[in-house]
């Protein structure tokens, strides 16, 4: 058990809907990453914040925005769903801000968007 | 930006066989290189990681050796056991960079 924990496991919705992804980083963590697995893409990081603020940005999209809360956990919210966001997405915290401090994964969230 | 290239795709052992994966990177600026292990319904988890001013680590039945002439990683797994079957990719990153660029990941099977 790496100690992320993200909510929920599995997300059904439909096109043009929003959803709210959830992520809890280990205890201690002050940076979470967001990544988007998908079987064409791969695991390709979406966006990190540190110990309340924004630290980098990769490939989000503008339909796609997190925060992370003053107790550290964080949220992606994804709008204007289309198909091609079904994936599983991933939070990652570490102690640091950069790559000093390893990654460690949560378990994901399925979305299937129909 | 990174651009990770990793492997075969595909690796299937016979249990108690080695096991090896090949990944090149192309920033030089790269120093710091992980490996992760994904099984089903699961994420990834880290196995072990190497930075630049290392040539070679071991953690018992894993090795992690680096190129950075050549600039390529390579994870050795020896004496494979059916729960070394799982999915593993390899990562690069500089270090003022914050995000990990991955490979396209490695299906490992062990065949008992």
């Known amino acids: 058990d790496s100690g992320v924990t993200q909510t929920p496991k599995h997300l059904i919705t439909a096109t043009g809907q929003r959803v709210t992804l959830r992520c809890s980083p280990r205890?201690?963590?002050?940076?979470v990453y967001w990544y988007q697995q998908s079987l064409d893409q791969g695991l390709q990081f979406l966006i990190q914040y540190y110990n309340g603020e924004e630290r980098a940005k990769g490939n989000i999209l503008e339909r796609f925005s997190a925060q992370q809360f003053p107790d550290l956990h964080s949220e992606l919210n994804l709008s204007s769903l289309e198909l091609g966001d079904s994936a599983l997405y991933f939070c990652?915290?570490?102690?640091?801000?950069?790559?000093?401090?390893?990654?460690?994964f949560g378990n994901g969230t399925r979305l299937t968007v129909t | 930006g990174e651009n990770v290239e990793q492997h075969p795709s595909t690796l299937s052992v016979q249990e108690g066989d080695s096991a090896v994966i090949k990944c090149t990177y192309s920033d030089s600026a790269s120093n710091y290189f992980p490996w992760y292990k994904q099984e089903l319904g699961k994420g990834p988890q880290l196995i072990i990681d190497i930075r630049s001013n290392v040539g070679e680590k071991k953690d018992q039945r894993i090795a992690v050796t680096l190129n950075k002439t050549a600039k390529h990683f390579s994870l050795h797994i020896t004496e494979t056991q059916p729960e070394d079957s799982a999915v593993y990719f390899c990562a690069a990153c500089a270090f003022n960079d914050y995000k990990l660029s991955f490979g396209a990941g490695t299906t490992v099977t062990v065949r008992a």
């Open positions: 990652a915290s570490s102690e640091g801000a950069d790559y000093n401090s390893p990654l460690h």
């Open positions: 205890s201690g963590d002050l940076s």
